[in-house]
């Protein structure tokens, strides 16, 4: 019967490690772009608002509307040079949308909500077919060369990242800054905050994803301590696939009780001298 190649995608995927300088910068160049579109993408809101952090905005930035005839467009002028002249249109993605390049600006615009509607449905139900083999057949042959890699775990991780480039593209973002903002105030409500955010579909989308990925992250890493250290871990692996942390608790149960030990500190050629 044919066989997969055992080696012939290993180290496919480049680690940072071995790429040139270039390509390094590239990927961090990105990853920043990203992450500026995404802030840039909800700071509007955070403007009218009155959390403490937001009425520090407030003052170092004061606004400015003014609105056109044209109930389609809205002029928002803040103060600073960064946010002067930027326009809104209804469909359209954020202010910084107005300062980038046409091109970008177009490609940003060519997600919908139904795309990320879709990504819900693949990010949900994808990992479950890798979910079942870690749980059904750990050793199986098969199983250790689809999971012995970090592909499947980084292509949940892509559909992810889908996911927050989409929503950038939308008008209402991934959710306002300023509620999210609520979540980490310590003088307030943070859960009703939480529960606040849950109207956002595309926050629900995004955290959703963010904790199915992060899940099979854990519950890879608890097949693989299994395989090395001869541990049994369906039973763990499905509890961490159903409410996540507890399974990992699991794990180190059924290390103790089986004599194996949690795992020690990993960390290679620990210094005293070290700083």
């Known amino acids: 019967p044919p066989t997969l190649p055992t080696h012939k995608h290993q180290n496919a995927i480049p680690t940072m490690a071995k790429m040139t300088t270039s390509q390094q910068r590239q990927i961090v160049s990105t990853l920043l772009f990203v992450l500026v579109l995404t802030l840039s993408s909800n700071v509007g809101a955070a403007f009218h608002t009155s959390t403490p ?10 606004s400015q509307k003014h609105h056109t005839h044209n109930n389609n467009v809205r002029y928002d002028s803040f103060h600073h040079p960064s946010f ?3 326009a809104t249109t209804k469909g359209s993605t954020t202010s910084l949308s107005a300062l980038l390049d046409p091109s970008i600006s177009i490609a940003i615009n060519s997600f919908t909500n139904d795309n990320i509607k ?5 990010a949900t139900f994808l990992p479950q077919n890798f979910w079942l083999l870690l749980i059904l057949a750990p050793n199986w042959k098969y199983t250790k060369k689809i999971m012995g890699g970090m592909e499947v775990v980084t292509l949940c991780a892509l559909v992810h990242f ?114």
């Open 162 to 275: 889908f996911i927050v480039a989409a929503s950038i593209a939308q008008p209402e973002g991934t959710a306002p800054m300023a509620e999210f903002n609520d979540v980490f105030n310590p003088t307030g409500d943070p859960q009703a905050a939480m529960i606040g955010m849950m109207k956002y579909p595309n926050f629900v989308t995004e955290e959703w994803s963010h904790v199915l990925t992060w899940d099979l992250f854990v519950g890879r890493w608890i097949w693989l301590d299994g395989l090395k250290r001869g541990i049994f871990t369906p039973h763990s692996v499905l509890l961490t696939n159903l409410i996540g942390p507890p399974g990992l608790l699991l794990h180190w149960a059924t290390c103790l009780v089986t004599g194996k030990g949690i795992v020690p500190n990993e960390v290679p050629d620990i210094d005293d001298d070290d700083e």
């Open 118 to 122: 879709l990504a819900f449905s693949v």
């Open 53 to 62: 952090s937001t009425k520090i905005l407030q003052r170092t930035f004061p």
């Open 84 to 86: 002067q002249g930027a």
